[in-house]
């Protein structure tokens, strides 16, 4: 689990991927990647309506450089001292 810090009111929120849920997929013409996060939101009540994640996926290379496997976007709803369960996306266009 990772932390997401913010000012107060809104304080530590958890966030970490959820245990055996990354997949590759194979859809028309392109592969994804799934990958499903928990959210762990504060209590805090006045904080937001939503929480806006982008992410950026990487994976090493035997050469100690890394590339940039793609990147996906998700909208939660900020619920006060709830558990959000977003699924990201990651497209590769095959060519």
């Not at 810090?5 to 304080?11: E, K, L, M, Q, T």
């Not at 990354?22 to 499903?36: D, I, N, T, V």
């Not at 504060?42 to 994976?59: K, S």
Request: aromatic share 6%; glycine share 10%; proline share 5%.
């Amino acid at each position: 689990m990772d932390e997401l810090r913010f000012d107060a009111p809104v304080g530590t929120m958890a966030i970490g991927h959820r245990d055996n849920s990354l997949m590759l997929l194979k859809e028309l013409g392109a592969h994804s990647l799934r990958l499903k996060l928990e959210v762990k939101t504060p209590a805090a009540g006045e904080a937001g309506r939503v929480l806006m994640l982008d992410t950026t996926l990487w994976a090493p290379f035997g050469n100690g450089q890394r590339g940039m496997l793609g990147t996906a976007s998700a909208t939660v709803a900020f619920r006060p001292d709830s558990v959000e369960r977003p699924e990201l996306r990651y497209m590769r266009v095959d060519h």
